[in-house]
């Protein structure tokens, strides 16, 4: 148990009284911590010469002024409180604190015309290779803007470097070069009800929104992800991305939003290291120039256990799912499972709904009870490689079945040669799903569509409890296809 203890202006000066309680749960430990500082910063009547132990001026007590004073007095596990105003400052820090804004007040954190090194943060915590910070790192309440003097580095709003335990919520960041947030290296991460809009517009990479390298035990969710706004960077601006971890990492990404991205939606791709345990689910993807969800290995460190479930995926540029592996490398996707999701709309002819371009496969690679609706009536033309298309030499390593699949049948080769579509094998079953609505991307399920019950359910291990709206599973005789749930 954390007992959170700080000082408070009163009638006769500065008490010290107890404000919040929180749990820490690290594993199966608890770790106990008593702060006995609240420091307060306000950039317009505060001074760096005040104490900092008070949100507004009372005696000799008073607000910092700046960013800097607050980082070069805190230890860990205390508080900074930043009071409403527009702060032309990065911060670096160097201890476990928490950084938030002060009762509700609106503070804006804007790096217009402020110098960083790549692979630096308007707000950045950094601990070493042998000390990294210890549990208990909060960011929230802010809105960051405008980062980067160019777009040739990595300057991101938010970056944190060895840490044991971080938490940022409630934090809206808008036009940063490279990522919203990067973390590396870093321990149970909670990353939720974030925006995070028009990032990773570098000019020197493809990166990412939110970019999680070398990390594990995270929870990213509720966040909503987008970038309509550079769409010159046709290369550029993946939404979510776990990579290069360790042998169970445990990412679990869920009930986020994205959408107009130039790069991929959400992107869980091993590196040097290996990737593992990696859960996404119950995601809203749409309007996105390349992959909705990409599976994939790009450096030889091999990819395990990859669970993507429940995720409603539509009008995407290429593959709603695609699973692949960097030819130079000899990286392995393993047990790869892709159940339940819904496919529809393809952007553009000549792409497809779920895809498998690679033969480096091991163990189970699923592709069950899926929907895939690859129309668009805009296009006048449905995709033309295929609803579910499967690399010849990959089919045998692949179980494909209870996926129900609507458009024409066009596949057409010389662009989709050496593939085959998964209806010649028996994966598919040609259906139109009825949904409610499809033309106004409401894809849940109408009473006589041929999805209710045509699910496999399984034993090997748990299925999902619940569907994309949280509503229960297997409501009939079977489980629906598709991420929709039929009410019974």
């Not at 604190?97 to 402020?114: H, R």
């Not at 163990?363 to 490689?385: C, E, K, S």
Request: net charge negative; with cysteine; charged share 15%.
């Amino acid at each position: 148990m954390t007992i959170h203890s700080h000082a408070t202006a009163t009638a006769s000066g500065i008490a010290t009284t107890t404000t919040t309680t929180t749990t820490i749960t690290t594993g199966v430990d608890i770790d106990t911590h008593m702060i006995t500082h609240v420091y307060y910063v306000d950039g317009t009547d505060g001074d760096d010469g005040y104490d900092g132990l008070a949100p507004t001026l009372f005696g000799s007590h008073g607000a910092f002024k700046t960013f800097a004073k607050a980082a070069s007095v805190v230890v860990d596990y205390d508080q900074v409180y930043v009071r409403a105003g527009t702060y032309s400052e990065r911060v670096a820090f160097t201890k476990t604190i928490k950084f938030s804004n002060y009762n509700g007040e609106a503070v804006i954190i804007d790096g217009t015309g402020v110098s960083m090194a790549s692979y630096q943060g308007m707000i950045d915590f950094n601990g070493t290779i042998g000390t990294h910070l210890p549990f208990g790192t909060e960011i929230c309440g802010f809105t960051i803007q405008y980062v980067g003097p160019d777009t040739t580095h990595a300057y991101n709003a938010i970056y944190g470097r060895y840490l044991d335990g971080i938490d940022i919520h409630d934090v809206i960041i808008n036009d940063v070069v490279d990522s919203g947030i990067m973390l590396r290296n870093c321990y149970n991460i909670t990353i939720h009800g974030n925006l995070v809009k028009n990032c990773a517009h570098c000019a020197a990479n493809m990166d990412e929104s939110i970019s999680l390298d070398s990390c594990f035990d995270s929870n990213i969710y509720d966040n909503e992800v987008c970038s309509p706004d550079i769409t010159a960077y046709t290369q550029c601006s993946i939404g979510i991305c776990v990579k290069s971890s360790y042998a169970s990492a445990r990412h679990v990404i869920h009930d986020n939003y994205v959408h107009h991205m130039c790069g991929n939606g959400i992107y869980s791709c091993a590196w040097t290291a290996h990737l593992s345990d990696v859960w996404i689910y119950n995601n809203h993807i749409h309007d996105i120039e390349c992959l909705g969800i990409a599976i994939g290995d790009e450096h030889g460190g091999g990819l395990v256990n990859v669970y993507a479930y429940d995720n409603l995926i539509y009008r995407i540029a290429k593959a709603a799912i695609e699973l692949s592996v960097v030819p130079a490398f000899s990286g392995t996707l393993t047990n790869i499972y892709t159940y339940n999701n819904t496919c529809a709309k393809s952007i553009h002819t000549w792409y497809c709904g779920i895809d498998v371009t690679t033969t480096n496969l091991a163990g189970m690679i699923l592709i069950r009870n899926n929907i895939v609706f690859w129309h668009d009536a805009d296009l006048g033309a449905d995709t033309q490689l295929g609803q579910i298309r499967i690399l010849d030499a990959a089919v045998a390593l692949c179980t494909i079945d209870h996926n129900i699949v609507w458009g024409e049948n066009d596949y057409q080769p010389p662009k989709g040669e050496g593939y085959t579509e998964a209806d010649n094998f028996g994966g598919e079953t040609w259906a139109d799903p009825l949904f409610v609505n499809w033309a106004n991307d409401d894809y849940r399920l109408q009473a006589g569509s041929p999805c209710r019950n045509a699910g496999l359910v399984w034993d090997n291990w748990v299925m999902p409890d619940t569907d994309y709206l949280d509503n229960p599973r297997e409501c009939g005789s079977s489980i629906d296809v598709g991420c929709y749930e039929y009410q019974e």
